[in-house]
């Protein structure tokens, strides 16, 4: 159990084009998402925390603009990365909460490439 | 602000070697400290403590968790190439739910 399923799992984009990530809770109800990114040898570093039904909260930096979070139903929430640019080129993971413990299971991770 | 310490950043053993890597931690009001192996995709769960001196096993891994002194190991024993991974520590809140992340360490195993 506990399956988070992410789609793409790689993309290609041209610059200033945008990008829609889905993650998607396949047999559980997830009312929490997390949002993260992973630039080559570093730690996953948290993006934003997704909602069901309100507005994600989004950590010091990360431009809620450029990163656009939706989480409109209880096994589905998105990433849509605005206005691409090069330096936007990573990999963004999400992950749902789960269980009594409040357990993160992850999504195998998108691989983005802006050109 | 939660922290969270990673040791060694990196390490590099011989096959059937044992290693131990260790994880500090700084959190407001601590729920859960969680280990996971990432390969080349997302981060796969290992173990998931929560009381202070009960030892989680799986195999040839192993966990333990000191909340006095704010830290936690995972020992590998009979190091195994498929072993060689980047370990990640996390811990968690009961506030805000979100899991912090440490700097990983990333262990290769030759053979």
């Known amino acids: 159990g506990a399956v988070v399923s992410q789609h793409p799992s790689w993309v290609i984009c041209k610059s200033g084009t945008s990008v829609k990530i889905e993650c998607r809770s396949l047999?559980?109800?997830?009312?929490?998402m997390f949002w993260y990114r992973q630039f080559p040898k570093q730690s996953l570093m948290l993006m934003a925390t997704s909602n069901e039904g309100s507005k994600a909260t989004y950590e010091q930096g990360v431009e809620k603009d450029k990163f656009l979070i939706n989480h409109a139903s209880l096994t589905l929430s998105t990433l849509t990365v605005t206005s691409a640019h090069p330096e936007d080129s990573s990999f963004y993971i999400c992950?749902?909460?789960?269980?009594?413990?409040?357990?993160?299971?992850f999504g195998p991770g998108t691989r983005l490439t802006v050109t | 602000e939660d922290k969270v310490v990673q040791s060694p950043l990196s390490l590099v053993v011989h096959e059937g070697d044992t290693v131990t890597l260790n994880c500090s931690y700084e959190v407001t009001n601590f729920r859960s400290l969680l280990w996971y192996k990432q390969e080349k995709k997302a981060p796969t769960f290992l173990f998931m403590l929560t009381s202070s001196g009960i030892e989680k096993k799986s195999g040839r891994l192993s966990s333990i968790l000191d909340k006095k002194e704010l830290f936690s190991i995972l020992n590998i024993t009979a190091t195994q190439t498929g072993d060689s991974a980047i370990y990640l520590c996390?811990?968690?809140?009961?506030?805000?739910?979100?899991?912090?992340f440490g700097q990983g360490t990333r262990l290769t195993i030759n053979p």
């Open positions: 992950s749902a909460l789960a269980g009594v413990n409040y357990e993160q299971y």
């Open positions: 047999d559980f109800q997830a009312t929490t």
């Open positions: 996390a811990v968690a809140d009961f506030g805000a739910q979100k899991l912090v």
